[in-house]
């Protein structure tokens, strides 16, 4: 008999690696090898004829080769493969009969009437008096998915799971209640606990959110959060396009020293003395604005505490304090988140005289800009008109004395 097991176990599992579906991540090759273990270690614990021990390990082997088929009516399906698996072997009607009887066995909600029938099914439900029962149940759920026959979520899961340990599943066998149903109970107590710990942190985050939503505070503190940041991004734009403006006039000046000026000398080139000039002075005033665009305020630095408690000092500006003294700065930060007043007060003066500060340099930086455009123009003007009116032509058709 032993060979017919072996050619079973084969027969088996060439059919469930070549042709069983690869969604299928529970009912497998592995959930069969699981089951025909368990059947060995119910086995070995009773004394049953060699007939019935036979005709169990051949149903735990076959009893799920039907899902070859499809998940409809799996169990008639494994029966059908069974029947001509085994009549291929020469075996007898009679145990063919029995092996189908104990595949339809592991049908949901059956009943069981022998201890053969119990033996059988507690083996395909073994995995719930297992450790990785957890872990097995998660692949069930996905291949249900997978399958398109239930979409469960985690906390629905949770609930069929609940469900089923306490008013579907029960162990048949003496041997299984007293060595899986430890274990059983462990796995729904940490369901339980999953559960529970999974509500309290949903209750928590539903809370959380309902309270940041419903603070006025969250809402103030984005506008300031969005209001500063734009002002600082602005800043830092008027801070480029000046630094811009003095590096191109700087690069100018340095050009005209180096390759103009020396030209001036010669009396040939007397008519580039007033478009020299007039190139140099618009690019020296674009350098000065630029400058006084970028070039930072000087504040005295220092407060007193009756500034503070009459809340006369914006203590978020560095201006304002920093030639305080570390402990005089602390005492008066104390005070500042004391009131929440005090502090919206602060944020908004800095807010103004940022904005003030802004002001002043788009202002200078559109001035700076109109000054260099106009420079440009007239300096080129200049050079054209010095060229066509006085250039070294010019001066060769003036009549000798």
Known sequence: ??????????????????????EYLYHNLRHTQRVVESTQELLNFYNLKDKENNAL??????????????????EEASCSIAKEFLESEGFDNRLIQDVSA???ATKRFYQPQTLSEE??????????????????????????????????SFKEWQEANVKMFRSEHRFYTDYAKENWQDRKDKNLADILKNKKEDRKLLK??????????????????????????????????????????LSVNAIIISLVLANLIPK????????????????????VISMILSILATRPNVTRGEFTKEDVKEQKVNLLFFGNFHKMKLPEYEWAIQELIKDQVYVYKSLTKDLYFLGKVLDKKYRILRLTYTIF??????????FGIAFKFFGPERVLELPQP
């Open 264 to 283: 001036l000398d010669n009396p040939s080139n007397d008519y580039l003395i007033y478009p020299t000039v007039i190139f140099i002075i618009f690019s």
């Open 119 to 152: 033996i059988i099914r507690d083996a395909d439900s073994s995995h719930l008096g297992q450790k990785s029962y957890l872990q097995t149940s998660e692949l069930l759920r996905e291949e249900l998915a997978k399958l398109g026959i239930a979409e469960y």
């Open 204 to 245: 928590k985050e539903q809370l959380k959110a309902q309270l940041k939503n419903q603070s006025p505070e969250r809402g103030i503190q984005t506008l300031f959060r969005v209001t500063m940041r734009n002002h600082l991004k602005l800043s830092d734009i008027a801070d480029t396009k000046a630094n811009i403006l």
């Open 1 to 22: 008999m032993s060979e017919i097991l072996e050619k079973t176990k084969h027969f088996v599992t060439d059919l469930l690696t070549n042709q069983l579906d690869s």
């Open 373 to 382: 455009m106009i420079g440009m123009v007239l300096s080129v003007i200049a």
């Open 57 to 74: 390990v051949l149903a735990a082997w076959l009893h799920d080769t039907g899902y070859t088929k499809g998940t409809e009516n799996h």
């Open 102 to 104: 104990l595949i339809m």
